[in-house]
């Protein structure tokens, strides 16, 4: 099933217990080249933390990342490389608070993928006002609404260019019509061949914008299937129970 | 002159009559030195706080750990001796002993500038530390996610904003760098409170000669402490921002 | 001003009279402080340890012939005056050189002490032959703060002053470190400094080629408070009484009491 | 003992068998002004931050608002004189000026305190200041929105988030504390510093008697900041929580 | 139309400019008890800010607030009772980090209610339980999840027992589950008789829990009505334009 030549990112036997309390339980997972996976799951199973995993935000307490069959090591040099490769947007955004609008979106081109500023500024511009907030750039991050913050975020993380993005939850403070846009931009990013693996509550958008959907439990993969199956099929009872407000709707 | 002043403000005008001249060229050492002490202390101080705080990861090569973790300790020796011992002692050492053992003739107002940056250095640097430390952990992580590393986190995303918070610790050091000027008085630096010890033991006012010279220093820090204001209302930025309209997006 | 209206020596109930002396008992040997009782030394107040010297043998006799009760108090130089003009002492016994600027501030006694002018150099340098002020033609010199002692350094040829320095064993260090060429100093305690320093050496000039210096400059004496006639009378009274032999066999003794020495 | 001794350590030896006992009643002395004074000084530079930070709004009773300015007013120029002056002129002019002109005898240990409290409040005033900048402003609104007036949201929320941080500037308050009681020997304080120089002016050997002064600090200070350290790492908290399980939920 | 016996808060002309940036434009808007309001419209179009208004966080630029028909004035006193009565829920949370989960919720009930320890924790326990985070009271903010700590936020501000709740996107970073649970929280609450304004992006959940939708646009109140009535026959072009992608569903 799994083509290994086009395995872009792959989890093994992955682990992470915070004290006495395991999160993550040997979790075993792999991303082709342009899929759009999404994660979905109740509040507190462990999704934010498997992105956060793969982005070696957090060391995992058992199991390896690969990217492109390679293992991540703990190295500074090649965790950088790696994660200005596999771009992150976070449920929180952070985004950074001394600099304004453009500058957040500008500097990783400049700083990290050393273009030329005139580079970063044009790339950050084309993605800003792919997600509506060419109008801010002269903002500080302080003075954006919720779904402004969570736009520039989105922004951010595309101007670098990345191989895949992981989404924490890239829509939660987004209106429909906002999704919808950002549903047409991650389309179209998939078609540019992005990769992409999207944490959601959004039931509606991991079933229209996904190539695979991920249910997590408690800590493990409870089922991974097409979205098809999955909210037409689903196998497993907890997921059958999670699923049943949206099915039902 | 030659009659006894009766009053307070007699012996002021009296001292400052004599002394007015030699105060003012004090007040001009003490500022040289504690204006270039004090930012070359705070480069020092943040400098130290980026070596104290770089992570040695399990990863890192073999070479580069011992690095780092030599320079670390290096630092941390820096600190705890530049803090730990009075400047006088530390004057007292470098001046003299560099001429004494490597022969070295230095200029005391250029010896009391390295001086006292190696002192406001090593108290910046834990300054840096809280600094630092108080800065949200998000904007680390939102740094790391774009593939900056350590360094890069630090000097575009965390010291700039540590570096407002900051600012009335560097006031401090900087109003605590002019009053310990005074010990420099040691290797020969002849600034504001040794002209005002001079006179003092002239006359025996101290009061009155101490009045003048507090007078001078308060006008000092009370400067300063209005100019790092403003400045922290300046990083603080506009309140304001400009919409960009729709028209004017194609030319950016 | 308002110190007028402190009797002084201060009476209480029928005790004795208290007789308050302030010095730095760190500057031997006028004064010193050490941990024991040895010698007759005087308690310091407000402390465990003790204070001797020629200042407070001197201060020993001032008390005894007077029938008051002595109190040493160990302050800080700058600290000595204020303490004399708040009523906190009622006289400074610590070295103190006569000036005439000084003597607008307080009311010095007479002469307790007059010693010698002397520098200081290096043992091995080419002043330490030196006899007269000439030798010292265009040389690095500086001396103790707020002392006789800078005033005569202009006296010196060509000299080339620096500025004065807080501590003897500060200028000591810097005349080691060749930064001076020689530092002035009271005969007294030059001797001192050198056995603790021998490779400094004392350079005594011969008769006439020497500083040029007013008697009370060279000389020691109590200071009280301004218009405080009753003590300095008592004072006087009692230093009157001691010849210059006196003196210098009880000086001559003390040095030999110095803690260097034990 | 009647040798004079040769070398550097014979004469630390010679110097420390004579002065060992008054260097550690130095120290203790230099000790207890310090640590009072840092506490007391930490606890005016969080009373002034507060008084500093208490916002007049438009519908404030006008009593209370003069009083809120008044205090403010008050707390400024207690601030900029105390960090504007030197340390040695505040002890003549609280010292002598109180029993000149007052007829007050303190004594002079307590006074000590008292000046060195007021000191080290002026700065920590100003550190307080920073440190209530940097947290974020999310948690005022969070206090404000439950009801909580601006006094509560400072102690319950605010200070405590910013004393952590503000721990790196309490070492160095105390570290300097420890060393700036050496400006206390004008009135009388006979501190480790005192005693160094009585030392030096007994011996002539200022190398010799500032080694063993400098190597006391460095014990002092060395304590301090690890002390603080693990005051910090005990702050941060456990890593770990525990679950409370449902059947034990109930009885909680 | 307005009952006015039973307004519990009123907006009378409000507006609110940050720099040269009209945000708010001459809102007004009443609310009744035992009302539940959506307020609901796209990013950055001043929803937020109106609640933070209303709950005096930002100092209007023009106009009043009425309590029980009794003007808001800018007295410490006065907005601190007042706010202990209107609560409100961030959208960023605002957690006290300084907390332990339990403590954040207590502090209020404790310090402003002046209730003993017993009652306030009492009461904590009741809400967080409620919100199924009844397990985690011996966490700090930092080691919650992202919808650990929204409920979090949700249980802190009912510990209060306040007369009318403010809520900024409530379910933003809640799975469909738990947005049901919070679904029933909030109508066993209103059946209790809380007033609620809730502003969110959720327009099944605003169709579903409100007595009232209001539609904000670019700063003012573009239309507001029943559920029915805004869901089912929208009068203006932009709500039509703004519910398109829901209603299409
Ligand atoms: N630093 C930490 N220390 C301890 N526990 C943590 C920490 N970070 C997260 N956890 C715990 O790990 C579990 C999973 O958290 P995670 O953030 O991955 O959840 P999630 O699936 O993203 O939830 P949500 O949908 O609410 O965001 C939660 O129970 C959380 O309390
Ligand atoms: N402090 C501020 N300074 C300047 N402008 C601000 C400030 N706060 C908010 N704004 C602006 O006000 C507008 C309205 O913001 P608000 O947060 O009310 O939007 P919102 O409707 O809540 O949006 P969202 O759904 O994205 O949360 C936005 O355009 C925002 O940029
Ligand atoms: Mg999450
Ligand atoms: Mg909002």
Redesign the pocket.
């Known amino acids: 099933m799994v083509d290994l030549q086009n395995v872009t990112l792959r989890v093994e036997h992955l682990g992470k217990t915070f004290g006495n309390h395991e999160v993550l339980k040997d979790i075993d997972f792999c991303v082709q080249k342009g899929e759009v996976i999404s994660v979905i799951g109740a509040s507190g199973s462990g999704k934010s933390t498997l992105l956060r995993c793969i982005n070696m935000l957090e060391t995992p307490t058992s199991g390896h990342v690969f990217y492109h069959g390679k293992v991540i090591e703990n190295k500074p040099k090649e965790i950088s490389l790696y994660r200005a490769n596999v771009g992150m947007v976070f449920q929180s955004f952070n985004l950074f608070a001394n600099m304004k609008v453009l500058k957040n979106c500008m500097v990783g081109a400049e700083k990290v993928r050393k273009k030329s500023e005139s580079e970063a500024k044009q790339l950050a511009m084309t993605f800003l006002k792919k997600v509506g907030m060419g109008a ?1 750039i002269n ?2 991050p ?10 520039v975020a989105i922004a951010r993380a595309l101007a670098m260019e990345p191989d895949v993005l992981l989404f924490d939850e890239p829509t939660s ?3 429909p019509e ?1 999704v919808g846009e950002v549903l047409e931009v991650i389309k179209q990013l998939a078609n540019e061949g992005l990769t992409m693996v999207i944490v959601t509550h959004e039931m509606a958008f991991a079933r229209d914008v996904s190539t695979r959907v991920v249910f997590m439990d408690k800590g493990v993969i409870e089922e991974e299937g097409s979205p098809e199956q999955i909210f037409g099929h689903p196998k497993s009872e907890r997921t059958k129970a999670f699923l049943s407000r949206f099915t039902s709707q | 002159m030659s009659s006894i002043p009766e009053s307070f403000f007699g012996w002021v005008a009296l001292i400052f009559n004599e002394y007015g001249g030699m105060f003012l060229r004090g007040t001009g050492a003490t500022l040289f030195i504690a204006a270039l002490g004090t930012i070359f202390g705070c480069l020092i101080g943040f400098v130290v706080g980026i070596i104290q705080g770089t992570p040695i990861e399990k990863g890192t090569h073999f070479g580069k750990k011992f690095l780092i973790k030599c320079s670390q300790i290096f630092v941390s020796i820096y600190v705890e001796i530049f803090r730990g011992t009075p400047m006088m002692v530390q004057a007292m050492v470098i001046y003299y002993g560099s001429m004494q053992v490597l022969g070295w003739n230095m200029v005391p107002i250029y010896a009391g500038v390295l001086i006292l940056s190696l002192n406001t250095g090593a108290y910046m640097s834990e300054s840096v530390r809280g600094g630092i430390v108080s800065i949200d952990l998000g904007q680390t992580e939102g740094a790391k996610a774009i593939g900056m590393t350590h360094f890069q986190t630090m000097i575009y995303v965390i010291l700039p904003q540590a570096f407002r918070n900051l600012i009335p610790q560097i006031g401090n050091g900087f109003v605590s760098a002019i009053k310990d000027t005074s010990v420099l008085n040691v290797i020969s630096v002849t600034e504001l409170y040794f002209m005002g010890r001079t006179a003092c033991g002239t006359y025996f006012r101290y009061f009155e000669v101490f009045f003048i010279i507090s007078l001078i220093y308060l006008m000092l820090t009370f400067v300063t402490s209005r100019l790092l204001r403003i400045l922290e209302r300046k990083l603080d930025g506009d ?3 400009d ?1 960009i309209h729709d028209a004017d997006l194609g030319e950016i | 001003g308002c110190a007028s209206k402190a009797e002084t020596p201060e009476t209480s109930g029928t005790e004795k009279k208290v007789f308050r002396v302030g010095m730095e008992c760190s500057y031997a040997p006028f004064n010193w402080t050490q941990k024991d009782d040895s010698n007759g030394a005087v308690p310091i107040m407000d402390s465990s340890d003790y204070a001797y010297g020629y200042d407070v043998e001197m201060a020993k006799r001032i008390a005894e012939a007077n029938g008051w009760a002595l109190e040493v108090y160990k302050i800080d130089w700058d600290g000595l005056i204020l303490a004399l003009n708040a009523n906190k002492i009622d006289a400074i016994i610590a070295g103190m050189g006569v000036t005439e600027e000084r003597q607008k501030s307080v009311d010095f006694s007479e002469y307790y002490w007059s010693g010698d002018m002397v520098m200081i150099v290096n043992v091995d340098s080419p002043y330490a032959s030196a006899t007269s002020l000439e030798d010292f033609r265009g040389t690095k010199v500086t001396s103790q703060l707020n002392t006789v002692w800078m005033d005569l350094i202009p006296q010196i040829p060509e000299v080339d002053e620096k500025p004065g320095l807080g501590g003897n064993s500060e200028i000591l260090v810097a005349v080691r470190s060749g930064k001076l060429d020689g530092t002035i100093l009271g005969e007294t305690e030059a001797y001192s400094a050198v056995l603790a320093n021998p490779d400094l050496a004392v350079v005594k000039f011969e008769e006439g080629k020497g500083f040029d210096y007013s008697k009370g400059e060279a000389s020691n004496a109590v200071a009280v408070r301004k218009g405080d006639s009753e003590t300095l009378e008592a004072i006087n009274k009692v230093l009157s009484s001691f010849s210059a032999e006196d003196r210098s066999a009880l000086m001559e003794k003390i040095i030999k009491m110095q803690p260097i020495l034990e």
């Open positions: 801010y903002a500080r302080h003075q954006l609404s919720g779904g402004q913050k969570q736009r403070a987004l209106d906002m | 309140n304001n921002y919409l």
